[in-house]
């Protein structure tokens, strides 16, 4: 009953964008947000590792978790909402809530400390949630060809990367049609 | 809850004063399944009675297509608790929320098809 008549309200898709502290995501966010980029909190319960566990009872610890998002109303029928992850390592268990019903992943990256997404690029790879690599270019940064940040990354051959403003938004569009080029591509292989 | 008329001595920064989950007397779980971009609209009616001002509020956020993450930024809301509360206002009737996706391939790739080209637009 609760679910009828909702043909006339908009269908929301979500992407992520992930990467390292720092990297640029927020400024990413907002260079393609119709809106100021929001901020929405989660309070997260998990199991604690029980490294204080004295009775062998499970502890449980809650975590507030904050992101960003924005918003591209594409039609009046679609809207692109897109987050961003928080990029803190201890929020990582967040990452499976964020990423559920998520179509697709831009993996934000800083060619002067790469290392800072192996994480965001292990935990996609894990998930199966397919995504691209888009090399934020820092000013003063060394320019790298993006088959060197492929080689770099390991990443498999058929996952794109490309360069990026994340400044920008026209760049920054550019590098979501990448995306969702690169996952109509794989729809039209899977099936 | 809030007393109105009474807060001009808080800012934005000193926060809700009511810990998050006692507006929704310590539920943590909708009754109704809600993800962060699922959409809601008021419908204009249903028995308004039983609401709280929270709830109020949260309609108030309703009366064009919003999603739960959006309302639950602008109100400086919990997603969960967000959650608890649209799910109160589904089953009274004051909110209509979107059937969730069907996730096949076919409207998957239909989906896709217009993500590109609304995408494309914009550059």
Known sequence: MAYNDAYDLPIAVKLLVAGGFGVGKTTFVGAVSEIEPLTTEEVITEASAGVDSLDGVASKTTTTVAFDFGRISLSPSLVLYLFGTPGQNRFWFMWDELSTGALGAVVLADTRRLEACFDAVDFFE???TKFVVAVNEFDGAFHYEPEEVRAALELKPHVPVTLCDARDPRSATSVLVCLVQYLLAASMTTS | MTVSGDESWLDGDAGRLVRPYAVTNGRTTASLKLDLVSMVVATGNGSHSSLEPDHVQVLGMCLRPASVAEIAARLRLPAAVTKVL?????????????????????TNRVLLERLLHGLQRRL
């Not at chain 2, 004051?94 to 391939?105: G, I, K, L, M, Q």
């Open chain 1, 126 to 128: 894990r998930r199966g």
């Open chain 2, 86 to 106: 649209l799910s109160d206002l589904v089953d009274c009737g004051a909110v209509r929320a979107a059937a969730p996706r069907s996730e096949t391939d076919a």
